[in-house]
Protein backbone atom coordinates (compact mmCIF):
# COMPACT_ATOMS: atom_id res chain seq x y z
CA UNK A 1 0.00 0.00 0.00
CA UNK A 2 1.38 3.51 -1.03
CA UNK A 3 0.38 6.58 0.11
CA UNK A 4 0.28 10.25 -1.14
CA UNK A 5 -0.33 13.35 1.22
CA UNK A 6 -4.50 12.63 1.98
CA UNK A 7 -4.49 9.35 0.00
CA UNK A 8 -3.74 5.95 0.19
CA UNK A 9 -3.65 3.80 -2.78
CA UNK A 10 -3.49 0.00 -2.83
CA UNK A 11 -3.71 -2.92 -5.45
CA UNK A 12 -7.10 -4.06 -7.13
CA UNK A 13 -7.06 -7.70 -5.83
CA UNK A 14 -3.94 -10.16 -7.45
CA UNK A 15 -3.28 -7.95 -9.69
CA UNK A 16 -0.77 -5.06 -10.24
CA UNK A 17 -3.28 -2.24 -10.89
CA UNK A 18 -3.13 0.47 -8.32
CA UNK A 19 -6.26 2.23 -7.38
CA UNK A 20 -6.63 5.01 -4.73
CA UNK A 21 -8.50 3.21 -1.57
CA UNK A 22 -11.75 5.39 -2.60
CA UNK A 23 -13.68 4.65 -6.15
CA UNK A 24 -15.42 7.88 -7.08
CA UNK A 25 -19.09 6.63 -7.82
CA UNK A 26 -20.33 8.43 -11.07
CA UNK A 27 -24.02 7.39 -11.03
CA UNK A 28 -24.93 10.52 -9.25
CA UNK A 29 -23.39 12.74 -12.74
CA UNK A 30 -26.55 12.97 -14.93
CA UNK A 31 -29.97 14.03 -15.14
CA UNK A 32 -32.32 10.96 -14.91
CA UNK A 33 -33.40 10.86 -11.37
CA UNK A 34 -34.28 13.51 -9.20
CA UNK A 35 -31.51 13.19 -6.78
CA UNK A 36 -28.96 13.09 -9.04
CA UNK A 37 -26.82 16.25 -9.32
CA UNK A 38 -28.81 17.51 -12.86
CA UNK A 39 -25.32 20.14 -13.38
CA UNK A 40 -23.16 19.32 -16.20
CA UNK A 41 -20.71 21.84 -14.76
CA UNK A 42 -20.66 21.01 -11.06
CA UNK A 43 -20.20 17.30 -11.91
CA UNK A 44 -16.91 18.46 -13.79
CA UNK A 45 -16.07 20.44 -10.72
CA UNK A 46 -16.50 17.35 -8.09
CA UNK A 47 -14.48 14.87 -10.20
CA UNK A 48 -11.74 17.82 -10.75
CA UNK A 49 -12.17 17.97 -7.16
CA UNK A 50 -11.47 14.44 -6.68
CA UNK A 51 -8.84 13.60 -8.63
CA UNK A 52 -7.13 16.75 -6.84
CA UNK A 53 -7.44 14.90 -3.60
CA UNK A 54 -5.86 11.94 -5.59
CA UNK A 55 -8.74 10.08 -6.24
CA UNK A 56 -7.37 7.83 -9.81
CA UNK A 57 -10.45 5.25 -9.51
CA UNK A 58 -13.33 6.23 -11.22
CA UNK A 59 -16.24 3.93 -11.31
CA UNK A 60 -19.52 4.76 -14.63
CA UNK A 61 -21.83 2.84 -16.41
CA UNK A 62 -23.35 3.16 -20.06
CA UNK A 63 -26.62 2.71 -18.31
CA UNK A 64 -26.40 5.52 -16.36
CA UNK A 65 -28.29 8.35 -17.40
CA UNK A 66 -28.16 6.48 -20.86
CA UNK A 67 -24.44 7.38 -21.43
CA UNK A 68 -24.66 10.89 -19.79
CA UNK A 69 -22.40 10.14 -17.49
CA UNK A 70 -19.79 8.36 -19.44
CA UNK A 71 -19.71 11.92 -21.61
CA UNK A 72 -19.29 14.16 -18.17
CA UNK A 73 -16.64 11.77 -16.90
CA UNK A 74 -15.09 11.90 -20.71
CA UNK A 75 -15.23 15.39 -20.30
CA UNK A 76 -13.94 16.01 -17.24
CA UNK A 77 -10.81 13.80 -17.18
CA UNK A 78 -10.05 14.98 -20.74
CA UNK A 79 -6.81 17.15 -19.97
CA UNK A 80 -5.89 14.35 -17.00
CA UNK A 81 -3.04 12.97 -17.36
CA UNK A 82 -4.47 9.18 -18.37
CA UNK A 83 -1.69 6.83 -17.35
CA UNK A 84 -2.90 7.53 -13.85
CA UNK A 85 -6.06 7.37 -14.04
CA UNK A 86 -8.35 3.87 -13.72
CA UNK A 87 -11.70 4.04 -15.69
CA UNK A 88 -14.65 1.58 -14.97
CA UNK A 89 -17.12 1.57 -16.32
CA UNK A 90 -20.12 -1.63 -16.99
CA UNK A 91 -21.93 -2.71 -19.71
CA UNK A 92 -26.08 -5.37 -19.69
CA UNK A 93 -28.50 -2.51 -19.11
CA UNK A 94 -31.24 -1.42 -21.65
CA UNK A 95 -29.29 1.28 -23.93
CA UNK A 96 -32.68 1.43 -26.24
CA UNK A 97 -35.51 -0.67 -27.14
CA UNK A 98 -35.61 -3.66 -28.98
CA UNK A 99 -33.71 -6.27 -29.63
CA UNK A 100 -29.73 -6.67 -28.65
CA UNK A 101 -30.54 -3.21 -26.64
CA UNK A 102 -28.93 -4.97 -23.45
CA UNK A 103 -27.58 -8.03 -21.89
CA UNK A 104 -24.29 -10.22 -21.98
CA UNK A 105 -24.36 -10.84 -26.13
CA UNK A 106 -21.06 -10.76 -27.93
CA UNK A 107 -22.60 -8.09 -30.47
CA UNK A 108 -24.10 -5.83 -27.39
CA UNK A 109 -20.49 -6.09 -25.41
CA UNK A 110 -18.68 -5.44 -28.76
CA UNK A 111 -21.49 -2.06 -29.83
CA UNK A 112 -21.13 -0.74 -26.83
CA UNK A 113 -17.77 -1.06 -25.70
CA UNK A 114 -17.28 1.37 -28.56
CA UNK A 115 -20.06 3.61 -27.48
CA UNK A 116 -18.66 3.83 -24.25
CA UNK A 117 -14.91 4.77 -25.70
CA UNK A 118 -16.20 7.15 -27.86
CA UNK A 119 -18.30 8.99 -25.14
CA UNK A 120 -15.07 8.82 -22.72
CA UNK A 121 -13.15 10.25 -25.32
CA UNK A 122 -10.54 7.47 -24.64
CA UNK A 123 -9.02 4.81 -26.91
CA UNK A 124 -9.19 1.97 -23.31
CA UNK A 125 -10.98 1.49 -20.89
CA UNK A 126 -8.87 0.59 -17.12
CA UNK A 127 -11.99 -1.57 -15.83
CA UNK A 128 -15.07 -3.27 -17.93
CA UNK A 129 -17.24 -4.68 -16.08
CA UNK A 130 -20.46 -6.76 -16.51
CA UNK A 131 -23.35 -5.04 -14.32
CA UNK A 132 -25.35 -8.38 -13.50
CA UNK A 133 -25.35 -11.47 -14.69
CA UNK A 134 -27.49 -12.52 -17.67
CA UNK A 135 -29.35 -15.56 -17.48
CA UNK A 136 -30.48 -15.19 -21.72
CA UNK A 137 -26.78 -15.76 -22.60
CA UNK A 138 -23.58 -18.28 -21.92
CA UNK A 139 -21.59 -17.48 -20.24
CA UNK A 140 -18.41 -18.55 -22.39
CA UNK A 141 -19.94 -16.24 -25.22
CA UNK A 142 -19.82 -13.29 -22.70
CA UNK A 143 -16.17 -14.15 -21.35
CA UNK A 144 -15.22 -14.85 -25.39
CA UNK A 145 -16.09 -11.11 -26.31
CA UNK A 146 -14.47 -9.93 -22.98
CA UNK A 147 -11.65 -11.55 -23.63
CA UNK A 148 -11.40 -10.46 -27.30
CA UNK A 149 -11.84 -6.56 -25.43
CA UNK A 150 -8.30 -7.36 -23.65
CA UNK A 151 -6.81 -9.20 -26.54
CA UNK A 152 -6.90 -6.02 -28.93
CA UNK A 153 -6.21 -3.34 -25.90
CA UNK A 154 -9.64 -1.81 -25.96
CA UNK A 155 -9.71 -2.97 -22.74
CA UNK A 156 -7.32 -3.55 -19.52
CA UNK A 157 -8.88 -5.54 -16.88
CA UNK A 158 -12.55 -6.88 -16.63
CA UNK A 159 -14.73 -7.33 -13.50
CA UNK A 160 -18.03 -8.59 -12.68
CA UNK A 161 -21.40 -7.42 -10.08
CA UNK A 162 -23.87 -8.25 -8.35
CA UNK A 163 -24.32 -12.23 -8.80
CA UNK A 164 -24.96 -15.46 -6.87
CA UNK A 165 -21.53 -17.06 -5.22
CA UNK A 166 -22.29 -20.16 -7.46
CA UNK A 167 -22.60 -18.02 -11.07
CA UNK A 168 -19.36 -16.21 -10.35
CA UNK A 169 -17.50 -19.37 -9.04
CA UNK A 170 -18.83 -20.58 -12.92
CA UNK A 171 -17.40 -17.93 -14.77
CA UNK A 172 -13.88 -18.26 -13.01
CA UNK A 173 -13.94 -22.07 -13.97
CA UNK A 174 -15.00 -21.33 -17.66
CA UNK A 175 -11.81 -18.72 -17.89
CA UNK A 176 -9.83 -21.65 -16.35
CA UNK A 177 -11.04 -24.28 -18.25
CA UNK A 178 -11.22 -22.25 -21.53
CA UNK A 179 -8.05 -19.79 -20.78
CA UNK A 180 -10.30 -16.68 -21.05
CA UNK A 181 -9.14 -13.72 -19.02
CA UNK A 182 -10.41 -13.89 -15.56
CA UNK A 183 -12.31 -11.48 -13.69
CA UNK A 184 -10.15 -9.52 -11.26
CA UNK A 185 -12.25 -7.95 -9.60
CA UNK A 186 -16.38 -8.01 -8.35
CA UNK A 187 -18.64 -5.33 -7.51
CA UNK A 188 -21.26 -6.31 -4.63
CA UNK A 189 -23.44 -4.33 -2.61
CA UNK A 190 -21.80 -4.33 0.94
CA UNK A 191 -22.08 -1.45 4.16
CA UNK A 192 -22.39 -2.32 7.76
CA UNK A 193 -26.14 -3.21 7.90
CA UNK A 194 -26.12 -4.84 4.15
CA UNK A 195 -23.95 -7.88 4.92
CA UNK A 196 -25.66 -10.75 2.46
CA UNK A 197 -22.79 -10.68 0.80
CA UNK A 198 -20.29 -12.06 3.22
CA UNK A 199 -22.73 -15.53 3.11
CA UNK A 200 -22.44 -15.21 -0.81
CA UNK A 201 -19.60 -13.54 -3.04
CA UNK A 202 -17.06 -12.17 -0.32
CA UNK A 203 -15.22 -15.62 0.61
CA UNK A 204 -15.28 -16.54 -3.28
CA UNK A 205 -13.08 -13.39 -3.64
CA UNK A 206 -10.70 -13.91 -0.93
CA UNK A 207 -9.92 -17.50 -1.73
CA UNK A 208 -9.73 -16.60 -5.35
CA UNK A 209 -7.83 -13.26 -5.31
CA UNK A 210 -10.54 -11.07 -6.50
CA UNK A 211 -10.45 -7.23 -6.08
CA UNK A 212 -14.15 -5.96 -3.90
CA UNK A 213 -15.49 -2.48 -5.07
CA UNK A 214 -18.67 -2.61 -2.71
CA UNK A 215 -21.35 -0.32 -4.04
CA UNK A 216 -23.47 1.43 -1.78
CA UNK A 217 -20.99 1.72 1.26
CA UNK A 218 -22.76 3.93 3.13
CA UNK A 219 -26.45 2.03 2.60
CA UNK A 220 -28.21 5.11 -0.19
CA UNK A 221 -27.43 7.68 2.62
CA UNK A 222 -29.01 5.65 5.84
CA UNK A 223 -25.14 5.69 7.36
CA UNK A 224 -24.80 9.05 6.85
CA UNK A 225 -26.80 9.45 10.07
CA UNK A 226 -28.85 12.58 8.30
CA UNK A 227 -32.05 10.18 9.06
CA UNK A 228 -33.81 9.83 12.52
CA UNK A 229 -35.90 6.65 13.40
CA UNK A 230 -39.07 8.07 14.35
CA UNK A 231 -38.79 10.89 11.93
CA UNK A 232 -40.07 10.87 7.90
CA UNK A 233 -37.07 12.18 5.55
CA UNK A 234 -36.99 15.56 5.09
CA UNK A 235 -37.80 16.94 1.35
CA UNK A 236 -34.77 16.39 -0.92
CA UNK A 237 -33.31 13.89 0.73
CA UNK A 238 -33.13 11.02 -1.70
CA UNK A 239 -34.77 8.98 1.61
CA UNK A 240 -37.89 11.01 0.79
CA UNK A 241 -38.20 9.53 -3.22
CA UNK A 242 -36.22 6.47 -2.63
CA UNK A 243 -37.45 2.93 -1.48
CA UNK A 244 -33.77 1.74 -1.67
CA UNK A 245 -32.93 3.88 1.30
CA UNK A 246 -36.33 3.66 3.13
CA UNK A 247 -35.50 0.17 3.29
CA UNK A 248 -32.93 0.06 5.36
CA UNK A 249 -35.22 1.74 8.37
CA UNK A 250 -35.53 -1.08 10.30
CA UNK A 251 -35.05 -1.65 14.01
CA UNK A 252 -31.73 -3.95 13.56
CA UNK A 253 -30.20 -1.33 11.07
CA UNK A 254 -30.92 1.51 13.64
CA UNK A 255 -29.49 -0.79 16.15
CA UNK A 256 -25.82 -0.48 13.86
CA UNK A 257 -26.44 3.13 13.59
CA UNK A 258 -26.71 3.70 17.24
CA UNK A 259 -23.34 1.83 17.43
CA UNK A 260 -22.00 4.08 14.76
CA UNK A 261 -22.89 6.93 15.74
CA UNK A 262 -21.31 6.37 19.29
CA UNK A 263 -18.13 5.47 18.13
CA UNK A 264 -17.96 8.54 15.82
CA UNK A 265 -18.77 10.73 18.85
CA UNK A 266 -16.23 9.09 20.87
CA UNK A 267 -13.75 9.57 17.84
CA UNK A 268 -14.88 13.26 16.71
CA UNK A 269 -15.81 11.94 13.40
CA UNK A 270 -19.43 11.81 11.70
CA UNK A 271 -21.03 8.57 10.77
CA UNK A 272 -20.22 8.36 7.40
CA UNK A 273 -16.38 8.46 8.51
CA UNK A 274 -16.83 5.76 10.83
CA UNK A 275 -19.20 3.42 8.67
CA UNK A 276 -16.60 3.94 5.47
CA UNK A 277 -13.74 3.16 8.01
CA UNK A 278 -15.35 -0.19 8.76
CA UNK A 279 -15.66 -0.77 5.66
CA UNK A 280 -11.95 -0.40 4.97
CA UNK A 281 -11.27 -2.24 8.02
CA UNK A 282 -12.75 -5.60 6.31
CA UNK A 283 -9.64 -7.74 4.39
CA UNK A 284 -11.30 -8.55 1.46
CA UNK A 285 -12.45 -5.02 0.42
CA UNK A 286 -10.17 -2.78 -1.84
CA UNK A 287 -11.55 0.84 -2.50
CA UNK A 288 -15.84 1.18 -1.56
CA UNK A 289 -17.11 3.06 -4.25
CA UNK A 290 -18.40 6.55 -2.52
CA UNK A 291 -20.95 8.96 -4.50
CA UNK A 292 -20.77 12.47 -3.11
CA UNK A 293 -23.10 15.03 -4.22
CA UNK A 294 -20.73 18.04 -3.40
CA UNK A 295 -17.57 19.14 -1.81
CA UNK A 296 -18.33 19.04 1.49
CA UNK A 297 -19.15 15.41 1.25
CA UNK A 298 -16.23 14.46 -0.85
CA UNK A 299 -13.89 15.59 1.73
CA UNK A 300 -16.00 14.09 4.38
CA UNK A 301 -15.87 10.46 3.11
CA UNK A 302 -11.92 11.44 2.09
CA UNK A 303 -11.50 11.79 5.60
CA UNK A 304 -12.85 8.47 6.29
CA UNK A 305 -8.98 6.77 5.49
CA UNK A 306 -7.45 8.67 8.62
CA UNK A 307 -9.97 6.81 10.55
CA UNK A 308 -8.89 3.51 12.14
CA UNK A 309 -11.12 1.54 14.25
CA UNK A 310 -10.24 -0.59 17.09
CA UNK A 311 -11.23 -4.62 17.08
CA UNK A 312 -13.42 -3.69 19.80
CA UNK A 313 -15.33 -0.49 17.88
CA UNK A 314 -15.40 -2.86 14.73
CA UNK A 315 -17.04 -6.03 16.69
CA UNK A 316 -19.54 -3.29 18.05
CA UNK A 317 -21.02 -2.23 14.60
CA UNK A 318 -20.87 -5.53 13.15
CA UNK A 319 -23.08 -7.25 16.42
CA UNK A 320 -26.58 -6.44 15.60
CA UNK A 321 -26.40 -8.45 12.07
CA UNK A 322 -26.50 -11.57 11.30
CA UNK A 323 -25.16 -12.12 7.39
CA UNK A 324 -27.70 -14.17 5.19
CA UNK A 325 -27.93 -15.15 1.73
CA UNK A 326 -30.07 -14.34 0.21
CA UNK A 327 -30.88 -11.31 2.38
CA UNK A 328 -34.25 -10.76 3.12
CA UNK A 329 -36.24 -8.67 0.95
CA UNK A 330 -33.50 -9.30 -2.18
CA UNK A 331 -34.10 -12.92 -3.05
Known amino acids: MTESDSMMYTTLGDTGLDVSQLCLG ?32 LDTANVYSTGESEEIVGDA ?36 VEASLDRL ?72 VDRHEEANLLE ?7 G ?18 DADPESGLRA ?9 FTDENWAVLEEIRAVAEARDATPAQVSLAWLLDRDVVDAPIVGPRSSDHLRENVGALS ?10 IAAPKTPRWPAPGKD
Open 121 to 192: GTDYIDLYQIHRWDDDTPIEETLAALDRLVETGRVRYIGASTMTAYQFTKALYTSDVEDYERFACMQPEYNA
Open 307 to 316: VELTDEEAAR
Open 204 to 210: VCAGEGV
Open 77 to 112: VASANRDELVLATKVYGDMFEGPNGSGLSRKHILDQ
Open 240 to 248: AADEYTQNR
Open 212 to 229: VIPWSPLAGGFLTGKYER
Open 26 to 57: CMNFGSELPWMMNDRDASIDLIHEALDLGINF
